[in-house]
């Protein structure tokens, strides 16, 4: 099946996936074993404009088309999740300079970020505030013509190689709501108080950065501020919004990625004198794992063209398009190492690395529970 993309989705597929098929395939075990960013990848995503993807031209972007993006980020999940969260993050730490963001703020940050000079980073998760986004401790009082902000954020991807980061801080030092207490500032690396704490060790996603940030008595200029005092949760809200269908795209990925191949090792590999394609219980866990990604692709295709289109409830295709796509993930992912049986728990296959990547996709930009409350809230509210 084929969702109707244009011919500029097709041709920026297509390039992907060449691009990933030759380049990033061939690097993806090694970046899982070393852990190490792939600096390479990302150089060459800058080059190919893979990272201008998500910005419109007059920012110095190739698309801004939602869609677009996801049909990026599948393919190169397809070869390696690390590197697709180098476009991913690019988008997520942009999106609320685009959203939000004033015209001279758009003008100075957006361009380097497209053109992949510079790195962004999105910074809202603490310590205690997880699930609980509205709990943050982090802290930004206005002096005059700046806010010096203190406190940390965890979790951050891509925190310790970002350029530009968009941090969430309490504005409202004695108000509990957290709609009206917090707001978003573009905080850039080299400002003096901006820390780079551990980097976290993972069970996926090895080659992508998840840091620790802190801010001590950093001083951030009011004019850094993205829209008005109090504004940042919704914006949050409204970001994630944006950028879960990318999660989905992620899972997705790597779904289709594992489906080929747990497919062609179930051609080639034979026993009781026949290829294991040929027993009815491989062929019905393949056809299982196609049936769900097509699912994934549907929910998936559907909500960023929600998003194209403007349309209302964004929220809730959102959170279903992610929610499905990633348990579909683990368990196309868990299906493939089964079909690869003893190989599939090996390093020397990519199935284990693809299951341990997936694990993710449950988990972060909202867990899969929030995912539920968020959709939950939205259909059983009373309509018409
Ligand atoms: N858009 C706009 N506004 C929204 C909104 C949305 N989608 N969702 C909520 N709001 C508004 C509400 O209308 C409300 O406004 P009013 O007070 O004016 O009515 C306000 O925000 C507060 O909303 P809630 O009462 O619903 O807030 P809550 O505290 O119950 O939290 C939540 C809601 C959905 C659980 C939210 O906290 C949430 O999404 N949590 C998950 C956080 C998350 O996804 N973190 C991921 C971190 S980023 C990451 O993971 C990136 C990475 O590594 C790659």
Redesign the pocket.
Known sequence: MDFALNDEQREIREMVHDICLERVEPRAAEIDESGEFPWDIKELFAKHDILAIPFTPEYGGVSGSALTLIVAVEEISKFCVTSSLIL??QS?GSLPIWLAGSEDQKRKYLPPLARGEQMAA?A??ESGS?????GMRTRAIRRGETYVMNGSKT?I?GGSVADTIVVFARTDQDGD???RDISAFIVEKTMPGFKVGKLEKKMGIRGSPTAQLFFEDLAVPVANRLGNEGDG??LA??V??HSRPGIAAQALGIAEGAFALARRYARDRRQFGKPIIEFQGIQFMLADMATQIEAARALTYAAADALDRHLPDI?LSSAMAKVFASDAAMRVTTDAVQILGGYGYLRDFPAERMMRDAKITQI???TNE?QR??IAREVLKEKG
Do not use: H, Q, W
Request: charged letters at 15%; proline letters at 3%.
């Open positions: 991913s993050v997520l999105f809202l998760t997880g699930s609980d986004a509205g979790f991807t709501a957290p709609a949760f919704k809200m409204r994630l919004d929220n972060y930009e909202g929030i409350l968020v």
